[in-house]
């Protein structure tokens, strides 16, 4: 009789979590929660632009991350409006990764932390931010958005 239990219990946190549009977790209205506007199972490209919509936070900034196991690859996004973000020219895995799957990720992170990322990867010389590899997330650090995505099969694909 305890299954029954557990999945009408499932099912109800379901349901409420979509009626009243609320992480179950923490209690955080998901109604204005940051979106990518490429579909879940994707295939991209090596050399790959995202964007999506995201309310902006203040003391916060919005990072994204390529990640492959448990390797992930930071990359500050660029507001472009007051709703929308862009990561232009963001690597998709090395170049023998035709036809892997990749997560990718969105992060609000605190200021401190962000300030600290961007020290590390610096800038590109096209003006836009440069990457940050962990192994694993920051502390402190939790996904607000997340799906996966296919590289293509082109072989031997450039870098961005």
């Not at 990561?87 to 992060?107: C, K, M, Y």
């Not at 590899?133 to 995505?149: F, K």
Request: hydrophobic share 40%.
């Amino acid at each position: 009789m305890l299954v029954p239990v557990a999945i009408v219990a499932g099912a109800l946190i379901t349901i409420l979590t979509f009626i009243f549009r609320s992480d179950p977790h923490t209690g955080e209205s998901l109604a204005n929660a940051p979106t990518l506007d490429t579909p879940d199972g994707a295939q991209v490209s090596r050399c790959s632009d995202f964007e999506g919509s995201a309310p902006i936070k203040s003391g916060e900034d919005l990072w994204l991350t390529v990640s492959f196991g448990n390797t992930f690859y930071w990359r500050q996004t660029v507001q472009e409006t007051t709703s929308r973000w862009s990561a232009p020219h963001v690597t998709v895995g090395t170049a023998s990764d035709a036809n892997q799957r990749f997560e990718i990720r969105l992060f609000f992170i605190d200021d401190a932390t962000s300030q600290f990322m961007r020290g590390i990867t610096g800038w590109s010389s096209d003006g836009k931010p440069g990457y940050y590899l962990t192994i694993g997330a920051p502390p402190g650090v939790r996904a607000v958005y997340e799906t996966s995505v296919i590289r293509n099969s082109v072989p031997n694909a450039t870098a961005c």
